[in-house]
């Protein structure tokens, strides 16, 4: 998901934090938020998970992918089994991410996601192999995170969802949970394009991760990488498609973009934007996020831990599930 609590402060709602730091809760009506945080293995990565894991519900480890002919899966990276006891000896419960991400294009592909959902065997084959690989380094269950699909590859999704479930019980045990990370939509025809059936998604999935980022990016002009509003309309179009809102979490970005002014690396940490910016940073209050335009041309729009806030008490006010914030690698989990 590299595409792309916590205490909320807010004068409409009063929180704290409940059940050992795991959920955040809503004082007023008792609606509690689960808490995700993805990281990948290396970096500061190891102390940010040991940081952050009492304070969240599940840890997200990603960075496991499947092969370029989708018949299985690629080595996972070092420190994996490492990172999710880090993450388990500190009170959280760990998923194991499985994407169609590839180093030779450095973005995720449609022609592995293709080659892995268009043939049964390879589905049976990979989901086995996620299945093993998740019970050897100490996970607890498994995400599924296939992205830039096709619409062509709706039904083999479903079908791969499916097969991973009856995988992942039967060698985790029959409360081991399969999630799914799902690009943002605002409607039923992007969800479809993109190679989700969410209504045939629901018997096999329990739990949506709406990544609600990346709304702008290198690939478009300079915007927002995920406004409140948008954020808003995706998880509605969501449950349009019948998502139950108590298995929704919404997706929070710990990044920012530059564009224009030779920028080299485009994707920035909300600490290296907020530098960037100076006294140049401004905060919409309507977006829940910050911007600026410096005097070399450039143009920064960032998430932070202030843009987390917001986001927490969107999910409350929508009544989700939870929240899952991409990722430690880039943010530490705000307090």
Do not use: C, K
């Not at 629901?202 to 991760?209: G, P, Q, S, T």
């Amino acid at each position: 998901m590299s595409r792309r609590a916590v205490l909320v402060s807010s004068a409409v709602v009063l929180v704290a934090v409940v059940l050992g730091g795991t959920l955040v809760a809503n004082a007023r009506t008792g609606h509690a938020l689960a808490v995700e945080a993805y990281a990948e293995p290396g970096g500061a990565a190891t102390s940010r998970v040991s940081a952050a894991a009492p304070h969240v519900t599940t840890i997200g480890i990603d960075g496991v992918t499947i092969a370029e002919d989708g018949r299985g899966l690629n080595p996972p990276p070092e420190g994996t089994a490492a990172l999710a006891r880090t993450a388990s000896g500190r009170g959280a419960t760990t998923e194991l991410l499985v994407s169609n991400y590839s180093s030779a294009i450095g973005d995720f592909s449609p022609r592995i996601g293709t080659a892995l959902l268009g043939s049964a065997d390879n589905r049976e084959r990979v989901a086995d192999g996620v299945a093993r690989l998740a019970a050897r380094t100490g996970m607890d269950g498994v995400q599924i995170d296939l992205e830039s699909l096709r619409a062509r590859d709706r039904p083999g999704l479903v079908a791969f969802a499916a097969a991973v479930r009856s995988a992942v019980r039967g060698r985790l045990g029959s409360e081991a949970s399969v999630s799914m990370a799902v690009m943002a939509s605002t409607d039923a025809a992007g969800f479809r394009d993109t190679g989700y059936d969410l209504r045939g998604l629901m018997r096999h999935v329990d739990r949506f991760v709406l990544m609600t980022y990346d709304q702008h990016g290198p690939w478009s002009s300079a915007g927002t990488v995920g406004a409140l509003p948008w954020a808003t309309a995706v998880v509605r179009a969501a449950e349009r498609q019948g998502v139950r809102s108590s298995t929704i979490d919404l997706g929070i970005a710990g990044y920012g973009y530059g564009w224009g002014g030779g920028v080299a690396d485009a994707q920035l940490t909300p600490a290296a934007a907020a530098r960037a910016a100076g006294e140049r940073a401004r905060w919409s209050d309507r977006d829940g996020e910050w911007s600026a335009r410096l005097d070399d041309g450039r143009v920064l729009h960032w998430s932070d831990a202030r843009s987390f806030h917001a986001r927490t008490a969107l999910a409350r006010q929508l009544r989700l599930h939870g929240v899952a914030m991409w990722s430690l690698n880039t943010m530490a989990l705000p307090r």
